[in-house]
């Protein structure tokens, strides 16, 4: 993980209209195919600092459908670490196709009550097979103030000067938390949150920034479609529309709804004349693999 240096693309959409913005896509999803995009780098330094303190273990908390949970697994492999995961909620009878790819990825899977997952437990049996001192345990979603400064670091580049609005899709709220530590003066940073009802949002941001740099950013609250991995046939026809379009692949979850959200304000003159977009594509194609087979026109 401390070797990784990818090359970070940066494709430029050519829009009909408006033509008076500038719309550019930084592709993180084409970063590792399964922990793409900010997963990775909310992850770098959490994996930097288990090594330093010899932790050969690494622990997190996810959803069955969670992202960070699968880009641990992967990451840890990668890194030669063992992982667990403490899954919210009983056992699936069938397990999401998120959950087999951490598996296979080296995962030891536990799962937990909602209540016991609220408070973060964890389960009895982990320390029966695992050497306690030897676990490291990252916050779920990769929260923390490591998560954003790992973020921070994809935008040191002197390239991104240009970009007037950095705009992404939020979770937790890292990445976005990493792009604000990293943004100049002149820079706008906007997210969508994909929870509906996100109220505590811009506080949980504001504990990982220095207090010049809380509220240097604004939460778009209605690109929810209705809550978290929900979505309607709009969304997915959007989905087909801008990849067959602009050879844009955007998963479900995330990056379409935020998507949806750049066209819908550019549509509305939302941005002012000569404006330079940069959307963060954090990744996440992997989620597509729960959609029907046929449903969307290109593979994750
Ligand atoms: C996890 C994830 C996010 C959210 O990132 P946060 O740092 O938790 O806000 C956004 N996009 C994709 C594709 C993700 O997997």
Do not use: C
């Not at 996810?62 to 919210?88: D, E, M, P």
């Not at 999401?96 to 995962?107: F, K, N, P, R, V």
């Not at 990252?138 to 007037?164: H, L, T």
């Amino acid at each position: 993980m401390t070797h990784f240096a990818p090359h970070l693309r940066i494709d430029k959409i050519n829009l009909d209209s408006p033509t008076d913005i500038d719309l550019s896509v930084l592709r993180l999803d084409l970063v590792h195919p399964v922990v793409s995009g900010n997963k990775w780098f909310k992850l770098k330094n959490y994996i930097e600092e288990a090594g330093l303190q010899q932790k050969e273990t690494l622990l997190t908390f996810g959803g069955a459908y969670s992202n960070h949970i699968v880009a641990t697994a992967a990451a840890a492999n990668l890194a030669g670490k063992q992982s667990i995961g403490i899954i919210r909620g009983e056992e699936p009878a069938q397990w999401s196709h998120t959950l087999l790819a951490a598996q296979q990825y080296g995962m030891q899977l536990f799962f937990i009550s909602r209540a016991d997952y609220r408070q973060k437990n964890i389960p009895a049996e982990v320390y029966q097979q695992y050497n306690q001192n030897n676990i490291f345990v990252i916050p779920e979603g990769g929260y923390g103030v490591s998560g954003a400064k790992g973020v921070a670091q994809v935008f040191a580049d002197e390239r991104f000067n240009e970009y007037s609005h950095l705009i992404t899709a939020v979770g937790s709220g890292t990445t976005l938390a990493g792009m604000v530590l990293a943004a100049r003066s002149h820079q706008q940073v906007i997210g969508t949150p994909v929870l509906k009802n996100a109220t505590s949002l811009a506080g949980e941001i504001n504990n990982l920034l220095p207090n010049e740099k809380q509220g240097r950013f604004q939460l778009l609250n209605h690109y929810h479609f209705g809550g978290y991995a929900k979505y309607s046939t709009a969304l997915i026809r959007f989905m087909n529309s801008i990849y067959q379009q602009y050879a844009l692949p955007t998963d479900f979850v995330y990056t379409a709804k935020s998507v949806f959200a750049v066209f819908d304000l550019m549509t509305a003159n939302y941005f002012e004349k000569g404006s330079k977009l940069l959307f963060v594509h954090t990744g996440g194609l992997q989620g597509n693999g729960s959609l029907p087979k046929g449903t969307l026109i290109f593979d994750a």
